[in-house]
């Protein structure tokens, strides 16, 4: 069963939030939908949620940090969110630690994160 | 790790190829007849292993008044034992015992050795009395040799269990002291640490420091080692993934208080702190934090 991860449309971003474990089909559908819609809607940066992930895997873990990387070759930031504080420990100990990705503590956090990089640069 | 196991032993004998001398359960009146004479000759033989045991400098961290009253418990508990053949009582007292004297940095060697010594004295005293009738000598060693062996045994394990019940003890009280995180400022956590960093405390650091970003929300989080002695790769380590782990759940850390030796250590050991943010001292860290999250402290008017 495929299972889709909705993308709102908020503002000049993109919020993606992961509901549930996703197989890794499911991941590769989100990769192509973010960076698609990225340019389609004009958008200045993605937010992945993770919340919801209680296991984060190798491939999960590359999967992200392309997203991130080709949205950045799209002209966008990436920022992810939510990661559980156990997730992290499991990720830096299997040595996936999403270097060169943006992170923040919630959706909250991500879109302060975002709101005071664009206003510096603007 | 600690359960290496000996390849079972065959008895004695066989492997020698001796012929097989019968054992038998010691008859009571024996046992009796040893103890006995351990009773009659208690003070001349407790002199005796009093004399061996300052001959040998063992317990030179007590004094001899102390030998004194702690061997004549030691050989009343004994001979105790080998009459009734229980030892319950006498593991007791070992334990109280060690618990007394470990703090005062009796090793293990002494105390198994002073018991050791007894069973000699005594089993020489068997010898001189019974020199004559070497029948009656045999039958007397095979009652008292397995006894006094268990009781050597007896208390050594207990010396041995206090020693690591006072070592387990003591590991979880500095587990527990172990380390705070503290909030100094909205979103700015502090992490002092403070002693020796084993994996396991590595790990539950992490883990606390990690929950703490997320309860308070924390953007910037100083992590001061400067009362950490010494540092090795795998610390080092720990210490680079705490970072990155902060980082994914969005916060900065700043480490401070790195002494000229550990810099060193982990300059030569070629870790990986391109990621780390480093601040000479505890005070600058703040300071940094600070300024990363856009506060701007000034004194509101000259002190008083």
């Known amino acids: 069963m495929h299972l889709e991860v909705p993308i709102l449309k908020q503002g000049e971003f993109l919020i993606a939030t992961i509901q549930a474990a996703l197989s890794d089909a499911d991941l590769e559908h989100l990769r192509l939908a973010l960076v698609q819609r990225v340019v389609r809607f004009r958008s200045r940066a993605v937010i992945v949620d993770v919340t919801a992930m209680d296991v984060m895997d190798s491939f999960a873990s590359r999967t992200l940090r392309e997203i991130a990387l080709m949205i950045r070759l799209r002209g966008a930031e990436t920022v992810i969110v939510g990661i559980q504080p156990e997730v992290a420990f499991a990720m830096v100990q299997l040595g996936l630690t999403l270097e060169g990705v943006g992170t923040a503590l919630d959706l909250e956090e991500g879109l302060a994160y975002l709101n005071q990089k664009f206003k510096t640069i603007n | ?304």
């Open chain 2, 1 to 304: 790790m600690a359960n290496r196991q000996n390849p079972p032993r065959k008895p004695l004998e066989r492997e020698l190829g001796q012929p097989e001398i019968p054992r038998n359960e010691a008859p009571p009146e024996l046992l009796r007849e040893l103890v006995a004479h351990l009773r009659q000759n208690r003070t001349q033989l407790r002199e005796e292993w009093l004399r061996r045991i300052s001959e040998t400098r063992l317990l030179t961290a007590m004094t001899k008044e102390e030998i004194f009253a702690e061997a004549t418990s030691v050989y009343d508990s004994y001979v105790e034992a080998l009459e009734t053949g229980t030892f319950e009582a006498l593991q007791a007292y070992a334990r109280n015992l060690s618990e007394r004297i470990i703090p005062r940095g009796v090793e293990t060697h002494e105390v198994i050795g002073i018991v050791l010594l007894l069973r000699d004295v005594l089993a020489r005293s068997l010898f001189a009395k019974y020199q004559a009738d070497f029948e009656k000598l045999n039958r007397i060693l095979d009652a008292y040799e397995p006894a006094a062996n268990r009781i050597a045994n007896t208390v050594a394990v207990g010396f041995v269990q206090e020693r690591e019940r006072v070592i387990r003890q003591q590991q979880e009280a500095i587990r527990e002291l172990s380390t705070p995180v503290l909030q100094v400022r909205e979103r700015l956590l502090i992490l002092p640490i403070i002693g020796v960093i084993d994996p396991q405390r590595a790990r539950q650091l992490t883990e606390q420091l990690l929950r703490g970003i997320r309860t308070n929300r924390a953007k910037v989080v100083v992590i001061d080692i400067t009362g950490v002695a010494a540092m090795d790769v795998t610390v080092a380590n720990h210490l680079v993934q705490t970072v990155e782990a902060s980082r994914l759940l969005g916060a900065t850390v700043i480490v401070t208080g790195l002494s000229p030796e550990i810099a060193q250590t982990l300059v030569t050991i070629g870790v990986d702190l391109g990621k780390m943010n480093t601040v000479g001292d505890l005070q600058g860290g703040i300071e940094q934090a600070e300024k990363l999250l856009g506060y701007k402290v000034v004194p509101v008017s000259e002190p008083r």
